[in-house]
């Protein structure tokens, strides 16, 4: 049986919310990628310099921007500039979540849809390891209409909304939610083991 994905309202103090949300909405460390959940869903547009173009299949709007703050490989860690200047936050939910180990920060941009549109679902990790022994939450940094849809077609949705975390188990399928009712949807992503 699945365990439910828990949602907490005001997940952030007041203190530390609206400047480290801020920060991770403008701070300049964006790059664009041609997919979201999977590589397959890639037109090529990056990796053949837009030569190759995908068209069948493709959906032109399943692209996001993506700011990696924190990646741990196999052997190394990848940290920003972001990491050092917002650490005092990042300790802070690190001690919220009681993390003993992260393996991912990033912040994901979505573009807003003229009309609904819900990704493909997907896990955040391929990794046996991570995916049996890891949670996964998601931040919202911004309100708007869009969220996370969990399971498949007929799971429940969190919506997003500024300082509110969902977290799961990271081997939990899920799919974002475009939103319709604004130009940019912006989510934390996070993978940890707890302490």
Not at 49 to 78: D, P, W
């Amino acid at each position: 049986m699945r365990k439910p994905p828990e949602t907490i309202k005001d997940f952030l103090p007041d203190k530390y919310f609206p400047l480290f949300a801020l920060d991770c909405m403008k701070f300049q460390h964006f790059s664009p990628c041609d997919f979201t959940a999977y590589e397959e869903e890639s037109d090529n547009s990056i990796f053949s310099y837009g030569q190759n173009l995908k068209t069948v299949g493709v959906k032109k709007h399943e692209v996001m921007f993506q700011a990696v703050i924190f990646n741990r490989a196999i052997a190394s860690c990848l940290t920003t500039d972001f990491y050092a200047k917002q650490s005092e936050a990042i300790n802070l939910l690190a001690d919220m979540l009681d993390v003993k180990k992260w393996w991912m920060l990033r912040v994901n941009c979505t573009i807003g849809q003229d009309k609904p549109y819900v990704g493909g679902f997907h896990v955040d990790f391929d990794i046996p390891y991570i995916r049996e022994n890891c949670t996964t939450a998601t931040f919202y940094l911004n309100t708007n209409n869009g969220g996370t849809k969990f399971y498949d077609e007929d799971g429940p949705i969190v919506n997003s909304e500024a300082n509110t975390l969902v977290r799961f188990p990271t081997n939990t399928p899920h799919a974002g939610v475009w939103a319709t009712d604004a130009k940019l949807r912006y989510v934390l992503n996070m993978t940890y083991e707890t302490k």
